[in-house]
């Protein structure tokens, strides 16, 4: 990859990365969806594995409405490593604040990582695949709220 275009396609998953965040900020599940292609999938930090674009809409609607309501989001560092000229891991770490129980208790801030694997498709880049990872470990597999 010629560093010109490197540099162009590092914007860009820059970009991809501010579209998550602001979707997740404001607690909209359908504009987080939509970065992922149509049968992306994403592991949330409790191990649920969301398969396709409209379960990862359906399953944050729940938590986007209780436990995460208040939650922002910050990103702390954004490393990412090219596959190749159209696929990019990207490693974010991140944290948060705001979140509650699902009876509405404040919980402490939480730090952790989010990998993402960006492929190109057509004139956009879309999220094919997404892990995030918990390092405080405030939930634990079982306790967060199922639709």
């Not at 801030?109 to 695949?129: F, H």
């Amino acid at each position: 990859m010629m560093v010109n275009q490197a540099n162009a396609d590092t914007a860009i998953v820059k970009q991809v990365v501010e579209k998550l965040t602001s979707a997740w900020n404001r607690h909209n599940e359908e504009e987080l969806a939509e970065l992922f292609r149509e049968n992306g999938e994403f592991t949330d930090v409790t191990g649920q594995l969301m398969a396709g674009r409209t379960e990862i809409e359906r399953l944050h609607q729940i938590p986007f409405t209780t436990t995460l309501k208040h939650a922002i989001l910050s990103i702390k560092e954004v490393r990412t490593t090219w596959i190749t000229p159209g696929i990019a891991s990207v490693d974010i770490n991140w944290t948060t604040t705001g979140h509650q129980t699902a009876s509405e208790q404040p919980l402490p801030p939480r730090s952790g990582l989010m990998n993402l694997i960006l492929v190109q498709q057509d004139d956009q880049w879309l999220i094919a695949v997404g892990h995030s990872f918990d390092f405080t470990a405030t939930y634990r597999r079982g306790e967060s709220v199922k639709s």
